[in-house]
């Protein structure tokens, strides 16, 4: 897991940061042996001979199938600080999830020209409705550009787009391209050993399914309930 180091980064989400620390200082003051840099393999796991595991390991971003997928920045990564965000360049963002559409609002901050290019027809499903109507007045303020029912299907090296809309292929060149479309679950593999070896086990938040904050908190408290 750990979404929480970069949910807190977009524009209006401090908060977040907030909670990321309360959880923290939770821990600290209880007796839980934290191991960093550790990866939680199966032999590792299976050496500690625990009663249960509690698997949280959250999700990873999802890249369907595109051309020249490759020739694009994940939104996770500038978030997290591992790129340079660009600035006074004309971006496009690939997905106007809840993820896509704040890291749209984050760039154009910096001063770049944003377009978001999303299939469905509406964006940042799942957005509460204060943020959601702060997300539209940002993106009105910032001339933020969203294009619906837009389905990516090459990504040049260039930067340059192909997109479906309308049943009619249409293309608009850039100077940068984040990707966006979402997460998949991750842990599949050690969750699948854990069941072959007979191990008593939980999946937790995003491992199931990439959901919210709320969701992951909700079902970690319950499995804690139960253990």
Not at 116 to 138: K, Q, T
């Amino acid at each position: 897991g750990g979404q929480m180091n970069i949910a807190g980064v977009p524009p209006h989400k401090d908060y977040i940061n907030w909670g990321l620390e309360w959880f923290k200082d939770e821990v600290a003051k209880r007796d839980i042996d934290v191991r960093f840099n550790s990866k939680a393999d199966f032999e590792s796991i299976q050496s500690m001979n625990p009663d249960l595991v509690l698997i949280a390991t959250g999700s990873l971003p999802f890249n369907p199938s595109i051309p020249g997928i490759e020739n694009g920045v994940q939104s996770w990564d500038l978030l997290y600080g591992k790129v340079e965000i660009p600035q006074n360049k004309k971006v496009a963002v690939l997905g106007g999830g809840t993820v896509g559409c704040e890291t749209a609002e984050m760039l154009a901050e910096q001063g770049n020209k944003v377009t978001v290019i999303e299939m469905m027809g509406h964006i940042a499903s799942g957005l509460e409705g204060a943020n959601m109507m702060d997300l539209y007045a940002a993106f009105k303020e910032l001339d933020v550009k969203v294009l619906l029912n837009s389905k990516v299907t090459d990504i040049a090296a260039d930067h340059t787009i192909t997109y479906e809309n309308e049943n009619e292929s249409k293309q608009e060149s850039f100077d940068y391209v984040v990707l966006s479309f979402g997460q998949k679950p991750q842990g599949g593999e050690l969750t699948q050993a854990l069941e072959d070896a007979n191990m008593e086990y939980r999946v937790l938040g995003d491992a199931i399914k990439p959901a919210n904050f709320q969701n992951a908190t909700t079902t970690a408290f319950f499995a804690a309930l139960d253990a």
